[in-house]
Nanobody, 116 residues
């Protein structure tokens, strides 16, 4: 069983930055695809970014050029660096890992609040 724990969320001013972290338990992290999703109140969960085990990344159009997903396989951790945050980026952010998308394993989420 894989467990994921997110951290790094919080309150930030519009235009600011946050870095989210997601640490995974278990020894198979390096073979998994990792992803960050977000869900704002009243909206569906949205896929934000993905990173394959070889480091290929993909982003939803709304965050391209502002967000960067990365992973450190030695630390079993995936990151999401978020720059130039807009109020529209405020949401609960979830990480997930698995053999593909959608992920099999999910974290509990971390809240990102953006003040204008």
């Amino acid at each position: 069983q894989v467990q994921l724990v997110e951290s790094g969320g919080g309150l930030v001013q519009a235009g600011g930055s946050l870095r989210l972290s997601c640490k995974a338990s278990g020894s198979s992290f390096s073979i998994f695809v990792a992803a960050w999703y977000r869900q704002a109140p009243g909206k569906q969960r949205e896929l934000v970014a993905t990173i394959t085990r070889s480091g290929n990344t993909n982003y939803v159009d709304s965050v391209k050029g502002r967000f960067t997903i990365s992973r450190d396989n030695a630390k079993h951790t995936v990151y999401l660096l978020m720059n130039s945050l807009f109020s529209e980026d405020a949401a609960f952010y979830y990480c997930g890992i698995g053999a593909g998308i959608p992920p099999r394993y999910w974290g509990q989420g971390t809240q990102v609040t953006v003040s204008s």
